[in-house]
């Protein structure tokens, strides 16, 4: 029995056909990517839905920042915004309703090298797959999560969501929603997020200002994006756009974004609250203090091949 | 008085039946009567059953045996039960010591050591007719008259020679040590070593407590000493020259997982699948790997198949309930074609079960657990050196097929401790690091892989054509953008299956134990594989046609089943799962489904409990007739 059926062999890394190298492409000799280079297939979304702006702005955050296709993974669960990674070029991954969080801890994880980008909805981040929203939160992984939040369920046509104001009437709720809707915000505050913005696709400047703040934070860093579903729930967001006759009032400067009760006081005022940065501090994340773990781990045994660490083990079975 | 009765009465059954036993024959002093040394007998095995509470330490008892057993190079193989409640509770450890083949933990004991008066009565019956039970004189008060001279009785007062021991501390915390004294006594042990192993468990406590367990030892050890009862030595072992390891098959898992290049898991505590995460994440930081306790299964799942698509290949398990959990995500593994390695430790279900028994009632989940049609690869180790070296395979396959791959093991295998030759750790470990230079162009999906076989590229990696790849649960074209079409989702479920479909043409066609033609060919899978294989030989020294065959790779089955069959006027699939609607086992309903063979047919156990020779011969007898 001691012995392998399968032993070790390299393996190429395609699966029998012939991949061609090409040389290495210095950071100096490249060119930020175009929005025609980052684009994939056509947004499948409904014309005038909210996500187009979020896609428009990534994409310009991309150019902007220099982020190669390479460093990039986009990520998504399920929903009509989950569709996300499939109209960008760039390495991605459309996983299961609810769950994008803990495949994107995966990646984040055990690849420091890597930007990860989250999109999802709110039926994704605040239903289906709540807890894991509330745990990413809490360990602070690195990685930053946009909910294009719309306040109902679009793919599936028109459902009760648990962001639905109270009294919205949908197909499982004819009568209007009785449940109390999940406020983003204090939502993740409470689960400790260590970067709390809230935006709205209307507002472009302002959404791209909230990507590259949350891009740049070191940690779980979580936009909400008022993100209106034209089919299902038009003028959900009528309050909160100046061209319809509403107001996108900024978070003052006074307000002291380490001040987690505060933050919160101002996740409390009336619809449609105002914009910008709620809450944002500086916590160890999941990252750093593995990565101590391991470091100190290492120390212990420094010089040792894989296979030297291992016999220790078995040293101390005989 | 009842006591004194029984010490009367014991002697009496002693000297009865110390001639008409076998293995045990040899002079017998009357406890508690200074005499001189026995003469000591050479035994080939033993089975000592250790029967107490599970806070008293059995387990460390048993551990010890085992391990002296390895270093001595001796076969051995352990056999546990655990209560379920959260503290205490009656717990047994069997550790059957033999210096030939070991196979099973033994279906009779020769010793029982009874720490209370339940352990006496729940046990007595397992031990085999002449056997010896040394029972703590201090808890067993009541012997069983009509058993006196079935077995030999023989009394300590282990309690209070214990607290004696450490100094009258009141507390008879190290009669497990004291126990192991007198066990290595009555059967010879070597001293030295296990001194050095009682050292080595104690090293890094507080010095006080290394003496204290060496004076327990010590005063065991010179009890039986002083009243000179039975010697025995064991044969010598014939594992001369390998070196010898002792572990679980849990830690074979998490060490195979080590050696095979690892470095990513997840997982969500749940017996007994937790002795494995808890390993992992105690290892993984020293070879630069992480393991992380997600919120859930789910998240647990999902996050070894996120690092599995950053770039290589993650481990994530579970039990029963758990895998039930991590079925839609599986379901993704399998459309996306991402690696993965899924360890299933099985134990009594549905639900909640039976958590701290053995059983193998997840064959069916993890060849067909999910939605849609999502073929996986489903191996079963059959012994805890198999964990070591089926782990490793199951990182491979999952790496070469791009596939989810499922490792399905037992409570049995997973507690169960027994010694094997050391692996060449140099020759095994590897390194499965992603390779992330830049390639030209790639189709994670190209339909034109011969097989099917593709793998995926991890982040990271540049492509120069521009075109990256998504990787997705949605049905999708060869880039990874999704599709409704017909024709497209036929060439995908076709791919997905094709290269399984070749794995199964490549596996080792398994080698019946025993003549290939005869009247009952009893197959088995898992932890069958050693009590089949006794079954085997026992009926085979009785005249029988009887021989053996072990299925390791579940889904796919390998090839040349059917003619192994033809040997064989019955086939009887041995499982311990229930019969199910139609009279088979999971097993041996899927064996049905592939070869519509009559032949097969099952010989299933849901007691919780691993199978006893007798068990498996009276049944394969019975249903031959």
């Not at chain 2, 070597?190 to 003496?211: A, C, M, N, W, Y």
Request: glycine share 10%; proline share 7%; hydrophobic share 40%.
């Amino acid at each position: 029995m001691n012995s392998l059926a399968f032993p070790f062999v390299p393996l190429d890394r395609t699966g029998g056909i012939p991949l061609i190298p090409v040389p290495p492409l210095p950071d100096s000799e490249r060119k930020p990517l175009t929005k025609k280079e980052v684009s994939a297939d056509h947004p499948t979304w409904c014309p005038g839905c909210g996500d187009f702006s979020v896609l428009a702005l990534y994409f310009k955050m991309i150019e902007k920042r220099k982020l190669w296709h390479e460093k990039i993974t986009t990520v998504a669960g399920i929903g009509c915004s989950s569709r996300f990674p499939y109209f960008v070029q760039a390495h991605g991954a459309h996983y299961i309703h609810g769950r994008a969080l803990p495949f994107a801890s995966g990646i984040s994880l055990s690849r420091p090298d890597l930007h990860v980008f989250v999109f999802g909805g709110d039926g994704d981040a605040f239903s289906i797959g709540g807890n894991h929203f509330n745990h990413t939160a809490r360990k602070n992984i690195k990685l930053t999560y946009v909910v294009m939040d719309n306040q109902v369920y679009g793919l599936t046509k028109n459902q009760t969501s648990p962001t639905s104001p109270l009294g919205r009437k949908s197909k499982t709720d004819a009568w209007g929603s009785a449940d109390r809707p999940i406020n983003p915000m204090k939502q993740a505050i409470s689960a400790g997020a260590t970067f709390v913005g809230r935006t709205s696709a209307t507002s472009p400047n302002h959404v791209l200002e909230m990507m590259e703040a949350a891009m740049d934070h070191d940690g779980f860093s979580f936009i909400e994006c008022l993100s209106e579903c034209v089919e299902f729930f038009p003028g959900a967001f009528d309050a909160a756009i100046p061209r319809k006759g509403g107001k996108f009032e900024l978070i003052p400067p006074s307000h002291d974004v380490t001040d987690e009760y505060a933050a919160y006081r101002l996740a409390d005022n009336p619809w449609p609250g105002q914009f910008g940065i709620f809450y944002k501090v500086n916590r160890p994340t999941k990252n750093a203090s593995e990565a101590k773990i391991i470091a100190d781990h290492r120390a212990k045994v420094t010089g040792l091949a894989d296979w030297q660490i291992l016999q220790k083990n078995f040293d101390r079975m005989k | 008085m009842s006591a004194l009765l029984g010490l009367a009465l014991c002697r009496a059954g002693t000297w009865l039946n110390f001639l008409k036993n076998p293995i045990f024959m040899s002079t017998t002093i009357v406890p508690g009567t200074p005499g001189p040394v026995s003469q000591i007998s050479q035994i080939p095995e033993a089975v000592i059953r250790i029967a107490g509470n599970s806070q008293d330490g059995i387990q460390a008892i048993g551990g010890f045996l085992a391990r002296l057993a390895g270093r001595s190079e001796q076969e051995v193989m352990t056999f546990m039960t655990i209560p379920s409640t959260i503290s205490g509770g009656p717990s047994i450890f069997q550790v059957r010591i033999g210096s030939g083949e070991v196979l099973s933990a033994g279906d009779e004991a020769d010793m029982l050591l009874a720490f209370y008066q339940h352990s006496y009565d729940n046990h007595l019956g397992s031990l085999r007719k002449g056997g010896v039970v040394l029972y703590d004189s201090d808890h067993v008060k009541e012997l069983q008259p009509e058993n006196l001279s079935k077995y030999r009785h023989v009394g300590v007062a282990i309690s209070g020679l214990t607290v004696e021991a450490i100094g009258g501390s009141g507390r008879d915390k190290g009669k497990n040590v004291f126990a192991l004294g007198l066990l290595a006594r009555m059967f010879d042990l070597s001293v030295p070593k296990l001194h050095k192993l009682l050292e080595e468990r104690f090293t890094g406590k507080d010095p006080s407590i290394v003496q204290n367990a060496l004076n327990c030892f010590n005063a065991g050890y010179n009890y039986t000493l002083a009243t000179a009862h039975e010697l025995f030595r064991l044969k010598p072992g014939e594992n001369v020259g390998h070196n010898q390891v002792v572990m679980s098959g849990n830690e074979a898992i998490a060490l195979g997982l080590l050696a095979a290049g690892v470095r990513f898991g997840a997982g969500y505590p749940i017996t007994p699948w937790s002795d494995i995460m808890e390993m992992l994440r105690r290892e993984l930081p020293k070879y630069g790997g992480i393991f992380v306790q997600g919120e859930d299964e789910i998240a647990s799942v999902s996050m070894a198949i996120g690092a599995s698509y950053a770039g290589r290949v993650a481990v994530t398990g579970s039990s029963g309930p758990g895998i039930a959990l991590k079925t839609e995500a599986l379901g993704w593994a399998s459309m996306a074609e991402m690696p993965l390695v899924i360890i299933d430790v099985q134990r009594g279900g549905p639900s909640t079960g039976m958590p701290t028994s053995v059983e193998q009632s997840d064959l069916n989940i993890a060849c067909f657990g999910g939605h849609g049609d999502s073929p996986r690869v489903v191996l079963a180790p059959s012994t805890v050196e198999d964990c070591f070296y089926t782990a490793i395979e199951a990182v491979n396959l999952a790496r070469k097929y791009s596939t989810p791959v499922i490792l399905l093991t037992d409570q049995g295998i997973a507690t169960r401790i027994e010694a094997f030759p050391e692996p060449d750790l140099k020759k095994v470990c590897q390194d499965i690091s992603p390779d992330l230079s830049p390639i030209a162009d790639h189709k994670p999906y190209d339909l034109s892989a011969p097989d099917g076989i593709t793998r995926h590229i991890a982040p990271g990696t540049r492509v120069a054509s521009g075109k990256y790849p998504v990787v997705t649960g949605l049905e999708h074209d060869e880039l990874g953008h999704p599709t409704g079409s017909p024709k497209l989702h036929i060439a995908m479920t076709s791919k997905r299956r094709s290269k399984l479909q070749k794995l199964g043409r490549e596996l080792p066609v398994p080698k019946v134990y025993g003549p290939s033609e005869g009247q009952i060919l009893l197959v088995g899978w898992g932890s069958a594989q050693g009590p089949i294989q006794e079954a085997v030989k026992t009926a085979r020294a009785a005249g029988e046609a009887v021989s053996g065959l072990h299925i390791k790779y579940i889904n796919p089955l390998p090839e040349g089943l059917e003619q192994i069959f033809e040997g064989f006027r019955h086939v009887f699939v041995v499982e311990l799962n229930d019969e199910g609607l139609y009279g088979y086992g999971q097993l041996a309903a899927v064996l049905r489904a592939r070869y519509c063979n009559p032949k097969i047919r099952g010989i299933n156990k849901v007691d919780g409990l691993t199978w006893k020779i007798r068990e498996i011969l009276d049944r394969a007898r019975a249903l031959a007739q």
